[in-house]
């Protein structure tokens, strides 16, 4: 059966305030549900605060809105991410009396405050929920959504399996990337390869050949152009990371009573990157809208299906490199193919890809 998802369009029809994205996401948030469900409740929205000079984060607009939402309808609610007071969010407007509530690192101050999972997926075996939205008996999942270089795209999945737990988690996520192997016996140093990467994904370090997983699109240009076989693969794809994206996201929202979490994806400024890079490049496509609903899957497909290649604004990618001509825009630029990580999300039993979609007018 289909899920249901609401979708608040960019396009407009008239030059009216209540035309525009934010007036529409007022109407959206009425037509949510959300105002029953979250009264009386601690409400963490989890968002992306972003870095440096990115300025393509939601804008506080957006999470102004929501949080009176909340405070209306009987919420108490703060905003939170990790790493957020050395992100100096005050930079993007995220501060206490811009939102209307605290904006709080969702490990603590230190980043030591979490509640650990055990789980067993190939290497991951910790997951370190976040204190704050382990404790929270709400979650908003509040995502802006852009390409990103190893989860293919991020949204909604990404912003809880990156962003709600400790470094130590990530770090056994990222450990599930890989894929290139490097023979130090058969190498003669004669560094064809790393030309050959027009992502610079690769180097030599201490005489080493290493690769960038987040960089690195498994183009196989390096493999290819060795002349003594000295770089092959092995067993990873990049398919484990996305499991291992879907494994921890599952753990964190069994941390919820069933029906205690909701997904909002923002698609402005979709850029090729995450906002975790510090700054914001030009959009690849136009601007969309807002989409929202309870099933991450849903949201997530309908997010992505609303990102096309025909829609491509040739400025969204850096002037010389090349799309790859395979797959979805995502897959294009990052060399992943977004759709697996839906596959990895629906395996764990976190919703289904088919959904239906109530227009907010
Ligand atoms: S192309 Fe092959 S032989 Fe040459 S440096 Fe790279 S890995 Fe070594
Ligand atoms: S597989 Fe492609 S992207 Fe990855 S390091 Fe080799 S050349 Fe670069």
Known sequence: MPSKILFAPMAFSRYEATQTLPEKFSRLLKASGLAEKIRGKKVAIKMHVGQGVSYSTIPPVFVRKLVSFIKENGGDCFVTDHYVHPRHPEERGYTESNLGCPVLDDCGYFGKYFYTKEVSYKGLRHI?????IHDADFLIDFSHVKGHGSCGFGGACKNIAMGCVTDRTRHEIHALEGGLVWDKAK???????????NHYANRFKDGKY??????CTMCQHCLKVCPVGAITLDSHDYADFQMGMAVCTKAVLDTFEPGNVYYINLLTQITALCDCWGMTTPSL????????GDDIVA????????IKLED???????????LSGHGHLFEQLHGKNPYVQ???LESVGLGTQEYETVVIK
């Open 128 to 132: 370190d929920v976040a204190g704050l």
């Open 187 to 197: 190498c003669i140093h004669c560094e064809k390869c790393i030309p050959a990467c």
């Open 210 to 215: 290493t690769v960038n997983y987040h960089h």
């Open 285 to 292: 496509v136009p601007d969309i809208g807002i989409i929202a």
């Open 299 to 306: 949201v997530e497909r309908a997010s992505i299906d609303a």
């Open 312 to 322: 491509l604004i040739p400025v969204g990618v850096p002037a010389g490199m090349e």
């Open 342 to 344: 839906l596959d990895a």
